[in-house]
């Protein structure tokens, strides 16, 4: 039945299905991890790289995450060919709103931006749904640190965790159980449900471990190294937004104490 309906993008099914805008998304699911977390004083947001050839000369700056403006950032995960029309549409959406009125851009405004143009994709003949689904992290003075998911289809959607690509039901089950629990919680498995609404924000570190944990889980790799994952974090310093790419020496760290945690947790 669906063969009859899935060549075209503005066809729907009998079942009130758009096939085209599930390709994409399948697609996307078959793509590197992104994770993204929200922090009580930043957000984190880390990736799993994917070598696909020992020849490839590295990349000088990243292809997962992109900066927006100052103080918006994004992941990416599928076709980064799509993926940069979108960027520039919201690097050049932030920049005339910037100049218009002379302030940052609310995050959800941006959002919205490029989740419409998404959407319009989906809508008119002869085009095809953008393979890209984002993890967009921003701060305004307003709501402070905000972090939101979007998809082919235009939805967008606000978390304080989640995780996009390859395997991400299991990363995104892991974050339920921990994100925000403390040990004792984590070994109480007669937890009532809805008690993640009232869980508490990690800092940076306890984020960045987690993070870590979640591509640990979700990668294909058996050992976890810093050239299969790619960790960034927002922050204010001095009331200014800060961007950070770990380099190799700190995302070392981070692994290692995820693995001490491990070993203990494993001992006791």
Known sequence: MARRYDSSTTTFSPEGRLHQVEYAIEAINNAGTCVGILAKDGVVMASEKRVTSGLLAPSKSSEKTYKLCQHAACNVAGLTADAN??????????????????????????VEHVCNYKQAYTQYGGLRPFGVAFLFAGYDQHHGFQLYQSDPSGNYSGWKATVIGANNQ????????EYGATPEEKDDEMKVEGAEEETSMPDVNKALQLAVKVLNKTMDATASSPEKMELFVMSLKDGDVVHKILNTEETKKVIDEVEAESSAAGDS
């Open 85 to 110: 029309i979108l960027i520039d549409q919201a690097r050049l959406r932030a920049g005339r709103y910037e100049y218009q009125y002379s302030e940052d851009i609310p995050i959800e405004q941006l």
């Open 170 to 177: 299991s990363g995104k089950s892991l974050l339920k159980n």
